[in-house]
C-alpha cells in the first residue's frame, strides 16, 4: 500500500521568506511517480510537477524548487521569496507503476501555506 | 478545449435524498476519477474508471454509485445522501491509466447535506 505524509499542517510565513513544505512517502514498488499539486483560495487544483522514481534530479522553475531523495524518501516543495499569491494548499501525491494493478493515485492530506504581507 | 467540466457548482440536499453530479472531459482520457475533499483528510478516491464500462471502487466507496457509458462522461451518483457526505467533489481525468501523469481537475461541487 502507498502513503504519503505531509507533517505540517498549517506554514504562516512573511513575505519574502523561503518556505519548505515537507512530503515523505511509503511504497514497495520501485518505479513510481511523485507530484505536487496547488489549490488557491478559489479551489481549483493546480498540477506543478512529475517525477519519477528513476530521476532524483533536483528540479527548479522559478521561484520554485523541488528536492527529490531516495534515500530519505522525500520529494520536498520549496518557494524562495514566497509571495502573497503563493498562499495555497499544497498536495504532495504518489502512484506506483506495478505492471496494471495500480490505478490509483494517493494523497497526503495538504500543507495550507499563508504568506502575510 | 474545455477540460474538466462539473456540475453543478453548488447543490444542497435533505438528508435521503439522491441526486447525480456530472462529469465531463473533451480529452479522450481512458481515466477518470472521483475525490472528495473534507478538511484536513486530503482527496480521497471515491471511485474510479479505467474506460467506458469498466469502474472500481477507490478508498470511500459506501454511498455512491457510478457507471461509465462513453468516454466522456463519468457521473457519480449519491443513492440516499446523508450529511457525512457533505464535502466538496472533485472530479479528474488522466492520459495514463497508471495516473504517472499529471490528473486535469474539474472545479469541483460543493454538497452540503442538511
Known amino acids: 500500500a502507498q502513503k504519503v505524509t505531509q507533517a505540517q499542517t498549517e506554514i504562516s510565513v512573511v513575505e519574502k521568506e523561503d518556505v519548505t513544505l515537507d512530503c515523505v512517502y511509503e511504497?514497495?514498488?520501485?518505479?513510481?511517480?511523485l507530484f505536487w499539486y496547488k489549490q488557491p483560495p478559489s479551489g481549483e487544483l493546480v498540477f506543478l510537477i512529475r517525477?519519477?522514481?528513476?530521476?532524483?534530479q533536483n528540479e527548479i522553475s522559478g521561484r520554485y524548487s523541488w528536492n527529490f531523495q531516495k534515500s530519505t524518501s522525500s520529494f520536498n516543495f520549496t518557494i524562495t521569496a514566497s509571495q502573497v499569491v503563493d498562499s495555497a494548499v499544497y498536495f504532495c501525491?504518489?502512484?506506483?507503476?506495478?505492471?496494471?494493478?495500480?490505478?490509483?493515485?494517493?494523497f497526503g492530506k495538504g500543507t495550507l501555506l499563508t504568506v502575510n504581507p | 478545449n474545455a477540460g474538466v467540466t462539473q456540475t453543478p457548482k453548488f447543490q444542497v440536499l435533505k438528508t435521503g435524498q439522491s441526486m447525480t453530479l456530472q462529469c465531463a472531459q473533451d480529452?479522450?482520457?481512458?481515466?477518470m476519477s472521483w475525490y472528495r475533499q473534507d478538511p484536513g483528510m486530503g482527496l480521497r478516491l471515491i471511485h474510479y474508471?479505467?474506460?467506458?464500462?469498466?469502474?472500481d471502487q477507490g478508498e470511500v466507496p459506501n454511498g455512491y454509485n457510478v457507471s461509465r457509458s462513453t468516454t466522456e462522461d463519468f457521473p457519480l451518483r449519491l443513492l440516499s445522501a446523508a450529511p457525512s457526505q457533505t464535502s466538496v467533489y472533485f472530479c479528474?481525468?488522466?492520459?495514463?491509466?497508471?495516473?504517472?501523469?499529471?490528473?486535469?481537475f474539474g472545479p469541483g461541487t460543493r454538497l452540503t447535506v442538511t
Open positions: 479528474a481525468s488522466s492520459y495514463s491509466l497508471a495516473v504517472t501523469y499529471e490528473q486535469y
Open positions: 511504497t514497495r514498488d520501485t518505479t513510481y511517480y
Open positions: 474508471s479505467v474506460g467506458a464500462g469498466i469502474t
Open positions: 480529452m479522450n482520457h481512458e481515466y
Open positions: 517525477r519519477n522514481s528513476f530521476d532524483e
Open positions: 501525491a504518489l502512484s506506483v507503476d506495478s505492471g496494471g494493478s495500480n490505478y490509483k493515485l494517493t
